[in-house]
């Protein structure tokens, strides 16, 4: 008898990731945003969902990929977390994936030190790999080291 | 299986009925002949009792049981009231409200032991006790008889007030039935008889009918004495939820008003106000229904103190005033614990030991006053001890042994300054720990938790006379009426609880009403000067701190945090409206300028200012500040009584640090030059301003002595000093410049203890701001001055008033 999970997966500069589809409370388009000055730079802003204030990270600035081209909205991935919900940032949705454990493996020791914390491994797929993203991970907003962040 | 409503029930009504009990027994210990209170005690115990034992909780009821008959001997004057039987009877407490803990986690008593509790309390029956007691209480457990009961309970002359619950007792008492008779009814009702114990006995012909009745009568009355008030209980999580909805109502109607102004009909907008008044009364009453009066917390108060004292040899009384005050419940949770802890710091550490009081030529009894009442929107609770005062040298070393500042702070710093140092965390732990003050709670989770709900605590003190902490909360949390600002496009809400005024500049009033002190924008707005700090540079959106103009006007909004003012530039002035806060998640509450954030009317979230924190960021509420600078406000005007007697100087330092003031009334402008603008001409210290030259007067040269004055004369101005503060004075028709080693303040003082002058140049000494300062003679200084002043001629007049 196999065990499955069923993940909510996206795109982010071309690679796939998942989130665990019972950590996620929705998926929905790009919203109106509220910046927050002297925020960590990873936070986007706020976002009003539905009278919720919810907090918007940049899940490239937090897995420290490039920018996003520059006119490209993004999808709000809504996830729960210790301390409410939060909207990660991606640049598409893909489907939402039953995944066999099976074809889980620890992540590559390749992966740089700051973004191995955050993945919690890899799934084989048939055509491709996904990448199983920790969201209590993504969603900690500490202050990156002064030096890095621009003004903030 | 009792129901579980039931069992809750009895729980809050035994919880409330402790708390009751610890407050009459610390009363009655103070006045052991207090009747009405004895049986006050009695009766609570009494019901606990009752109640127990109809819930089959039998441990409890055995342990309430022996705290009755204690009170019962103390009632009929067999015994006396000690503080070894009121710890007792305070024991008995504890151990009734740790088993109703048991029964509230695990619905049953559980495997308790209290055979000592029960020992201690048996024995200090007096020798007359009864010895069948003591045998019947040896095996805990056992569920005492009903034997038992008839038989402790002495009726005979008990006042009417203290009419027993039981129909049996009652029966008893007043229609003569037999304790025989009331057992062997007893004993058919626990075979399984389901008759009431009346019933039965009137089949046996121990009771006449008309007796029952009227016991029952009594009963009734007995228990409706008990206060049948327009009064109900409501779940707090109903209340919460309520809350929030009406919460909700407000942000939405916020977002129906602003379409309402939109669309002209009638009808609909009259619609719309009615909305508006509704949703307005509702969210007052919704308030109203969580407030709460901080007698509540309060209460508990007077027991905890008499523990303290008794653990610590002292003796302290306690005084309440403004226990009516009333704060939001959840606010109430918040300081329940804070206050606790320095109430019991205040009688460990802050009381002294009675001998050391009465060598001091104090009373015996240390005195702990609470106050607590509203003042300019917020609540104030202050916890005054008359003990032995904070030292501050002693705590100034001890901040630097550990660490927590420097030598040179150490120094600078004021004594309220030391006397703060207090909560900083790493002080607190130092400190000796009693098992009295101890739980890991110290002074800095005090402020930290006060911090948390948005409010202050400072503490004052004299040194052998006592302390005082003041702690300043905000009436709701909630919903609160800000202004909203605009600032780098984006709309920001500040909290109209710390608003004063709004000052709008345009035109000339702009470069006029900015001057700089100190390389500080300041506006001096009736005579006092008011930092500004700027928005856009705080929250980094801009660089530079230049005007931010818009529509070429300046907005300031003038804040108070504190007990300080300062002034906000801002790019637009919005509305003031109601807003719903929404707290910051955990991890951003880190950005201390933001108190958390609100949605506004066209939906789009907007964040809400703290202005404690953005004061304190802009440096404008600074650690260390002189008592020159330090303006008490709490958002009330001052006092325009005294206001007519006092004069407006301007204080400043001159040479040699000395403390100096002139009269407001010949400045016309504080100015601050770069060193590169100033020119000698001659000997003489000039520079270019407003179409004319100014003569600026070296103060270090003219109260220089006579024989060094000429040296001193010819020293050009260096690079080294820095921008040069000028007081440019009117006098006689002509500008001057003074040059002082720097500006301190505007301030207003009666200035009336004085004393003549010890130098040249000076009017006399005066005492200004609780300082000694001396009063510049101005025009002697003018005509003292070498150098020309260069009268203006008509055509300088008119450049002057075109520019």
């Known amino acids: 008898m196999a065990q499955t999970s069923q993940f909510c997966t996206f795109y982010l500069e071309k690679l796939l990731f998942g989130v665990e589809l019972k950590s996620v409370q929705e998926v929905i388009r790009s919203l109106e945003m509220t910046r927050v000055p002297l925020a960590p730079t990873v936070v986007s802003g706020f976002i009003n969902l539905r009278g919720q204030i919810v907090t918007a990270v940049d899940l490239r600035r937090r897995l420290e990929l490039d920018p996003a081209p520059p006119g490209q909205l993004a999808m709000n991935v809504v996830v729960r977390s210790e301390d409410g919900a939060v909207s990660l940032l991606v640049d598409e949705i893909g489907d939402v994936l039953e995944v066999d454990q099976s074809t889980f493996e620890l992540p590559p020791e390749t992966l740089r030190g700051s973004v191995r914390g955050m993945i919690l491994g890899v799934h084989k797929l048939n055509d491709r790999l996904m990448l199983v993203l920790d969201t209590e991970k993504a969603c900690q907003m500490a202050q990156v080291a002064e030096s890095t962040a621009a003004g903030g | 299986m009792i129901e579980s409503d039931i069992v809750k029930d009895f729980l809050v009504e035994s919880y409330e009925n402790l708390d009751r009990l610890d407050r009459e027994l610390v009363g009655l210990e103070k006045n052991p002949d207090d009747r009405d209170a004895l049986a006050s005690v009695f009766r609570t115990i009494h019901t606990i009792k009752g109640t127990c034992g109809f819930l089959g909780f039998n441990k409890l009821e055995a342990v309430a049981h022996v705290g009755e008959n204690l009170l019962t001997r103390l009632r009929d004057r067999q015994l006396t009231l000690t503080p070894e039987v009121t710890t007792a009877l305070l024991s008995m407490v504890d151990a009734v409200?740790?088993?109703?803990?048991?029964?509230?986690?695990?619905?049953?008593?559980?495997?308790?032991?209290?055979?000592?509790?029960?020992?201690?309390?048996?024995?200090?029956?007096?020798?007359?006790?009864?010895?069948?007691?003591?045998?019947?209480?040896?095996?805990?457990?056992?569920?005492p008889e009903a034997v038992v009961f008839l038989k402790d309970v002495p009726l005979e002359g008990m006042p009417l007030n203290d009419v027993p619950l039981n129909i049996g007792d009652i029966l008893m008492q007043r229609a003569g039935v037999t304790p025989a008779a009331l057992l062997f009814a007893a004993e058919k009702q626990k075979e399984g008889d389901p008759r009431r114990i009346g019933e039965i006995l009137v089949e046996q012909g121990a009771a006449r009918p008309a007796d029952v009745v009227e016991a029952l009568r009594i009963q009734q009355s007995s228990r409706g004495i008990a206060v049948s008030d327009s009064t109900i209980r409501v779940d707090v999580g109903l209340l919460d939820k309520v809350m929030n909805l009406v919460g909700e109502l407000v942000l939405t109607r916020n977002q129906v008003l602003q379409f309402a102004n939109r669309i002209k009909d009638a009808e609909f907008l009259a619609d719309c106000q009615r909305l508006n008044l509704i949703t307005t009364e509702l969210q007052e009453g919704i308030v109203k229904t969580r407030m709460q009066p901080i007698g509540n917390i309060w209460s508990h108060f007077p027991r905890t103190v008499r523990d303290v004292a008794l653990g610590c040899a002292k003796e302290v009384a306690i005084e309440m005033e403004g226990k009516e005050t009333e704060l939001d419940k959840t606010i109430i949770e918040a300081i329940k614990d804070p206050l606790m802890h320095l109430v019991r710091n205040s009688v460990d550490h802050g009381i002294e030991l009675p001998e050391d009081r009465v060598k001091a030529g104090k009373d015996r009894t240390g005195r702990l006053t609470l106050r607590a009442f509203h003042e300019?929107?917020?609540?104030?609770?202050?916890?005054?001890?008359?003990?032995?005062?904070?030292?501050?040298?002693?705590?100034?070393?001890?901040?630097?042994?550990?660490?927590?500042?420097t030598a040179e702070q150490a120094s600078r710093m004021s004594e309220p300054e030391i006397f703060n140092l207090i909560f900083q965390p790493g002080?607190?732990?130092?400190?000796?720990?009693?098992?009295?003050?101890?739980?890991?709670?110290?002074?800095?989770?005090?402020?930290?938790?006060?911090?948390?709900?948005?409010?202050?605590?400072?503490?004052?003190?004299?040194?052998?006379?006592?302390?005082?902490?003041?702690?300043?909360?905000?009436?709701?949390?909630?919903?609160?009426?800000?202004?909203?600002?605009?600032?780098?496009?984006?709309?920001?809400?500040?909290?109209?609880?710390?608003?004063?005024?709004?000052?709008?500049?345009?035109?000339?009033?702009?470069?006029?009403?900015?001057?700089?002190?100190?390389?500080?924008?300041?506006?001096?707005?009736?005579?006092?000067?008011?930092?500004?700090?700027?928005?856009?540079?705080?929250?980094?959106?801009?660089?530079?701190?230049?005007?931010?103009?818009?529509?070429?006007?300046?907005?300031?909004?003038?804040?108070?945090?504190?007990?300080?003012?300062?002034?906000?530039?801002?790019?637009?002035?919005h509305d003031t409206e109601e807003i719903v806060v929404k707290p910051l998640r955990k991890q951003l509450k880190t950005v201390k300028i933001f108190a958390g954030s609100t949605i506004m009317g066209d939906g789009k979230v907007a964040l809400i200012l703290d202005v404690l924190g953005l004061a304190q960021r802009a440096g404008v509420v600074t650690e260390n500040r002189s008592r020159v600078l330090n303006e008490k406000t709490t958002g009330a005007r001052e006092p325009s009584g005294a206001a007519a007697d006092k004069q407006a100087f301007l204080l400043f330092v001159g040479p040699g640090n000395s403390r100096m003031a002139i009269p407001v009334g010949t400045l016309e402008r504080l100015e601050e030059f770069p060193v590169e603008q100033v020119e000698m001409s001659g000997s003489q210290w000039v520079t270019q301003y407003r179409g004319q030259i100014l003569p600026l007067i070296r103060l270090n040269v003219v109260l220089e002595e006579r024989r060094n004055r000429l040296r001193a004369l010819q020293l050009p101005p260096t690079l080294d000093l820095g921008p040069i503060q000028v007081l440019v004075l009117h006098h006689d028709g002509r500008l001057s410049g003074l040059v002082v080693e720097r500006i301190l303040d505007i301030v207003e003082d009666r200035a009336d203890v004085r004393s003549a002058a010890t130098r040249p140049f000076i009017l006399h000494s005066v005492v200004i701001g609780d300082r000694v300062t001396e009063l510049l003679d101005v025009p002697a200084v003018l005509r003292g001055a070498e150098g020309n002043a260069v009268r203006p001629t008509p055509a300088m007049k008119a450049a002057e008033v075109a520019n």
Do not use: W
């Not at chain 2, 048991?102 to 201690?120: F, K, N, P």
């Not at chain 2, 917020?378 to 660490?403: C, F, M, P, T, W």
């Open chain 2, 97 to 143: 409200r740790q088993m109703l803990g048991q029964i509230e986690v695990a619905r049953q008593e559980g495997e308790r032991d209290d055979s000592v509790l029960i020992a201690t309390l048996t024995r200090l029956l007096q020798p007359a006790a009864v010895r069948a007691q003591s045998e019947v209480f040896a095996a805990p457990g056992s569920a």
């Open chain 2, 427 to 573: 002080f607190s732990t130092a400190e000796k720990v009693t098992n009295v003050s101890g739980r890991g709670v110290g002074m800095d989770v005090v402020k930290t938790n006060v911090e948390k709900i948005g409010g202050t605590v400072d503490v004052q003190s004299t040194l052998g006379l006592g302390t005082t902490v003041r702690v300043r909360i905000p009436l709701t949390l909630a919903i609160i009426p800000a202004l909203i600002v605009t600032c780098g496009g984006d709309r920001y809400a500040i909290p109209q609880l710390n608003l004063l005024e709004l000052v709008r500049l345009t035109g000339n009033q702009i470069r006029a009403g900015i001057e700089m002190v100190h390389g500080a924008p300041v506006h001096r707005l009736r005579g006092r000067l008011l930092p500004l700090v700027y928005l856009s540079r705080e929250l980094k959106l801009a660089e530079d701190s230049s005007a931010t103009e818009r529509d070429g006007a300046v907005n300031i909004v003038v804040l108070h945090a504190d007990g300080r003012q300062f002034g906000l530039v801002v790019e637009q002035i």
């Open chain 2, 376 to 405: 300019g929107g917020q609540v104030n609770i202050e916890i005054s001890d008359d003990g032995a005062g904070l030292n501050a040298e002693r705590i100034r070393k001890k901040a630097l042994e550990r660490a927590l500042i």
